[in-house]
C-alpha cells in the first residue's frame, strides 16, 4: 500500500475510533435510566440533536459516496435513537418529549422532500446537503458556551465531562485532518469550533480543577468556625 493510501486509512479509521467513543459516552447516561428507572438529571435534547445531525451526515456521505462518513454516522444514529427510546420509555412526562421528537420528524422529512424533489442537481444538493450539515453541527458546538460561563462564575467544573472534553477534542481533530485530506471545507469548518470548545473547556479543567471548589468551601467554613 501507498504511504498516501496507508495516510488515508489510519486518518480515516482515527476518525470512526473516536467518533464511535465519542457517542458511546452516552451509554452511561442509558446504564444511569436503567438503574434508576428515572431519567433525573439526563438530558434528552442532546440526543435528539446529535440524532439529527448523525442522520444528516449520513445522508451526504451517501450522497458523496462516503464510506467513512456512511459508517460512522449510521451507528451513530442507531446509538442515539437507543437512547432516545430508553429516555422515552423511562421518563413519566412524555407529551414535551414526544412533541420535540415530533418535530424533528417533520423536519427532517421536509428536508428529505426539498432536497429530493426541488434540487435536482446532485451537486447543488450535495452542496447545499453540506452546508446545512455544517451549519447545525456548529450550532451543537457552541451550544455548550452557556454552560462554560456558568463554570467560570462559579468556579467549578462539576458540570463538565473530562472525557467527554477528550473524545469531543480528538474526534474534531481527526475529522478536521480528514477534511482537509480529502478538500471538503463542508467537514473542516464545522469541527474547528468543537476543537477551540474543548481546548477552552481543557483550559478550564486546569483553572478549576475538580475539588477545587469543596476545598474552598470548606476552609471557608473552618476559618468561620474558627
Known amino acids: 500500500m501507498e504511504a498516501g493510501g496507508l495516510a488515508d486509512s489510519l486518518l480515516s479509521g482515527a476518525c470512526v475510533l473516536f467518533t464511535l467513543g465519542m457517542f458511546s459516552t452516552g451509554l452511561s447516561d442509558l446504564k444511569h435510566m436503567r438503574m434508576t428507572r428515572s431519567v433525573d438529571s439526563v438530558q434528552f435534547l442532546p440526543f435528539l440533536t446529535t440524532d439529527a445531525n448523525n442522520l444528516g451526515w449520513l445522508s451526504y456521505g451517501a450522497l458523496k459516496g462516503n464510506g467513512t462518513l ?85 468556579k467549578s467544573t462539576q458540570r463538565l465531562s473530562f472525557s467527554l472534553t477528550i473524545a469531543t477534542l480528538l474526534t474534531s481533530a481527526s475529522w478536521t485532518l480528514y477534511g482537509f485530506r480529502i478538500e471538503d471545507p463542508y467537514i473542516v469548518v464545522p469541527n474547528l469550533p468543537g476543537i477551540l470548545t474543548s481546548l477552552i473547556r481543557l483550559w478550564l479543567f486546569w483553572k478549576y480543577p475538580p475539588g477545587a471548589r469543596q476545598e474552598l468551601s470548606a476552609s471557608a467554613n473552618l476559618r468561620e468556625f474558627i
Open 70 to 154: 456512511i459508517v460512522v454516522n449510521a451507528v451513530g444514529a442507531v446509538l442515539q435513537t437507543l437512547y432516545i427510546l430508553v429516555y422515552l420509555h423511562y421518563c413519566h412526562r412524555k407529551g414535551a418529549v414526544l412533541l420535540q421528537t415530533a418535530t424533528l420528524l417533520v423536519v427532517l422529512v421536509l428536508g428529505f422532500g426539498y432536497f429530493c424533489l426541488l434540487v435536482p442537481d446532485l451537486e447543488t444538493r450535495l452542496q447545499q446537503l453540506g452546508l446545512f450539515c455544517s451549519i447545525f453541527t456548529i450550532s451543537m458546538y457552541l451550544s455548550p458556551l452557556a454552560d462554560l460561563a456558568k463554570v467560570i462564575q462559579t
